[in-house]
């Protein structure tokens, strides 16, 4: 790729292409995808069409809805396509010092968990788009989470054939896929859909802080005189003294709900190199 | 060469961040210095164009001597992506879609049309009510104002509509010839539910009320408990403590959006179409950071599947590894990682949201720190990845791939397998989060480079 000129074929260059004026945080590499729901897009979404003739929830392989003549699929739940699991089993201890074995709950007597839409359906886009396959469904309704059977055939579960559909859109010239993910996968909303409302209160509702490019948790960190690290919590209204305030979202020390409603602007700093960028030290400069 | 045969929106997707000052972001990069590969990315005042109000050209481009985020009273600058037309040209090659080019195909810009649709379904998600989707439709346009994205919703009070920012077709000039739309997201609020009687009910968390809560849900909403529908996780909306356990939304709304950006050219009788995407998200906090798994490795794996191919190299897959260790020193350097490791934190147990508690939480697993409490304080975390780099550039690090978890381990909470790499974060499938496939499997190229080397006379050849 140059300046002027891209390769058509070149999808990879065209996905990360970057426009004149465009900051790096106009990018699809810089929003989160180890998304519970996410923060700028909830990109499980883009999965729920795959299957011709039935919507899948976005995180479950439960199916939400379905077109004419695969009315009797909705509300059960899919656990194989083209062979391809897209369920796990769900292992470790329940006592200190006890060995590990298949963790069940009363709601999820076969111990499973969903696996990832975009790598449990990977191979299935990248092997069959445009073919049907055979995808393994629980026989009836199944509102709680449901493992394979031992063998097939099972009078609990039943294979449909199901069309794999293009997750991209395709050139109207060649038939060549694009970069652009079909609209008839994700129509406007739906790739914001399952995120929080308003998102301010997923900043502090959750405190995991598994998105540190987005929502930082730790800053301005230094290292102590016994070798180990000391810094402020982000939401931290202030910065001395340089301590780590453990988040009990009811702490007056750190930004409540109610900040972030009312003036997230102001109360959230950009962070830079670890550190409060230099025009948030500036203003609280000019504050004294 | 000149016959423009089709049309593409580049970037497909664009991510626009949310602020309400009145400047939008400049432009800026993100350097990575190639002898501290792992220290903070470096950033840089770059190259910026200066839009005219009134007419919507180009007037120049500045780089800015110095970053800054916020306006300096209050306010973020809102990141508004540009979107450029490229047509692809009847000697196969796709170039930017220009004066020069409109013309040898004996059009003007005022050929070309735009539309912009986006929508903002976070109620309907939850309450099923088609009635509660907000969305916004510029219709076609082909002149250069600003077209305000107006949230328009059933259920919403008389007259009322979400401000979901706008989308500009920029005059092209000879200076700056080329044919782009910039979107620029909302400011940044929080509106309200309010009833028909009572239109202002006094709510100093909210800009705005727009949804009228006597015709639709929203206000008073709880999740139903053991509803295979509901998003996961659940109750993720302000709200408020209910009765047996529920929650009790307070019906708020935000001005986030995502959607499509059309354009159609007609050309020699024919009607060329296109679109990208784009979306409103919050403020990138720690720009000089990048998230270690990103929507950019979902798509690059749905184009170019789950394994590496042949057209891959080892130096693309060393660079892939390399930046993998960045992303999560990254994500380490700014993660209070003793908290995140379930450690018993200023004599509090279970701290926070965890892995350690979520796994107890949905599976019974017991409830134990993922890491040896003592190795996990943020400077040795941070050592370790350096020395996996070094042992990386060594080619001393095949351990390296086992320590990986791979998509279908997510279950595994065993203690080996709690501390696969990377440790202590969810995934978006709620369990320990795993690598794309594809990453995984040019990750372990990079780790096996001395194995290849050993086996082969050709390096450079990955499988």
């Known amino acids: 790729m140059s300046d002027d000129h891209i390769d058509p074929m070149n999808l990879t260059a065209q996905l990360h292409y970057r426009a004149a004026g465009n900051p790096p945080s106009t990018l699809p590499e810089s929003a989160i995808s180890n998304a519970f729901p996410g923060l700028e897009f909830d990109i499980r979404n883009i999965w729920r069409r795959l299957l011709v003739g039935i919507e899948l929830h976005e995180s479950d392989n439960y199916v939400v809805a379905a077109d004419p003549g695969h009315e009797r699929l909705v509300g059960r739940r899919l656990l194989t396509v083209a062979g391809h699991d897209v369920i796990g089993g769900l292992v470790g201890p329940t006592r200190p010092g006890a060995g590990s074995w298949p963790l069940t709950t009363p709601t999820n007597p076969d111990g499973v968990t969903m696996l990832e839409w975009s790598n449990s359906l990977a191979d299935v886009l990248a092997e069959h788009v445009g073919r049907s396959v055979p995808c393994l469904f629980t026989s009836g309704p199944a509102p709680n989470p449901v493992g394979k059977p031992a063998a097939l055939p099972d009078p609990g579960f039943e294979v449909v054939e199901l069309e794999v559909r293009p997750l991209f859109a395709r050139s109207a010239e060649t038939g060549d896929p694009l970069a652009v993910i079909a609209e008839e996968m994700a129509g406007p909303g739906d790739l914001t859909r399952g995120l929080c409302s308003p998102w301010q209160n997923d900043y502090r509702e959750c405190a995991c802080y598994y998105w540190a490019a987005s929502r930082p948790d730790y800053v301005n960190v230094e290292d102590t005189a016994a070798g180990t690290s000391t810094g402020n919590h982000w939401f931290a209204k202030d910065r001395e003294p340089r301590v780590y305030v453990l988040d009990g979202r009811d702490d007056s020390r750190l930004v409540s709900y109610d900040d972030l409603f009312q003036d997230w602007q102001g109360r959230l700093r950009f962070i830079v190199g670890g550190n409060d960028a230099p025009e948030h030290l500036e203003a609280e400069q000019e504050d004294r | ?463």
């Open chain 2, 1 to 463: 060469m000149t016959s423009i045969e089709e049309l593409r929106v580049l970037p497909p997707l664009a991510v626009g961040r949310l602020g309400a000052a009145v400047e939008p972001m400049d432009n800026y990069t993100a350097e990575t210095d190639p002898d501290q590969p792992l220290a903070p990315r470096r950033l840089r005042p770059a190259p910026t164009f200066r839009v005219d109000r009134t007419s919507g050209a180009i007037t120049g481009v500045e780089t800015p001597g110095e970053l800054r985020f916020t306006d300096g009273q209050g306010k973020v600058r809102p990141v508004a992506p540009f979107l450029e037309v490229w047509a692809l040209t009847d000697d196969h090659v796709l170039r930017p879609l220009t004066l020069d080019l409109l013309r040898l195909n004996g059009l003007t810009p005022g050929d070309v049309r735009w539309r912009v649709r986006v929508g903002n379904h976070k109620i309907q998600r939850r309450t099923y009510d088609d009635r509660d989707r907000i969305d916004a439709d510029t219709e076609w346009f082909s002149d250069h104002a600003a077209h305000a994205l107006n949230g328009l919703c059933p259920n919403f009070l008389e007259g009322r509509s979400l401000p979901l920012g706008h989308a500009r077709y920029l005059q092209p000039t000879p200076g700056f010839p080329g044919v782009r739309l910039r979107f620029t997201p909302a400011g940044g609020h929080v509106y309200g539910s309010a009833y028909t009687d009572r239109p202002t009910d006094p709510d100093p968390n909210v800009v705005d009320f727009l949804y009228d809560a006597t015709k639709g849900t929203w206000r008073g909403h709880a999740d139903q408990a053991g509803d295979p529908r509901l998003t996961i996780p659940a109750q993720i909306y302000a709200g408020d403590d209910g009765p047996n356990g529920s929650w009790v939304s307070r019906g708020y709304l935000d001005d986030e959006c995502d959607g499509l950006v059309h354009v159609k050219l007609e050309v020699s009788g024919r009607e060329l179409t296109a679109f990208g995407r784009i979306g409103a998200g919050p403020p990138a906090y720690a720009p000089d950071s990048v998230p270690i798994r990103t929507v950019a490795d979902e798509l690059d794996q749905a184009l170019s599947g789950p394994r590496a191919t042949a057209g891959d190299t080892l130096e693309q897959a060393r660079a892939v590894a390399e930046e993998v260790l960045r992303r999560a020193t990254e994500t380490v350097r700014l993660m209070n990682t003793e908290v995140m490791n379930g450690n018993t934190v200023d004599g509090r147990v279970d701290a926070a949201s965890t892995m350690v508690r979520q796994d107890t939480a949905d599976t019974g697993r017991l409830f134990e720190p993922i890491m040896a409490p003592s190795l996990v304080d943020t400077a040795a975390v941070l050592a370790l990845h350096q020395n996996v780099l070094a042992a990386l550039r060594s080619g001393t690090a095949p351990w390296f791939a086992d320590v990986l978890r791979d998509h279908d381990e997510v279950g595994d909470l065993t203690a080996k397998g709690r501390r696969k790499m990377p440790a202590l974060m969810r995934g978006a499938d709620g369990r320990s989060l795993a690598l794309t496939r594809r990453q995984v499997d040019l990750v372990r190229l990079a780790a096996r480079q001395a194995i290849f080397r050993q086996d082969t006379d050709d390096p450079e050849v990955p499988r």
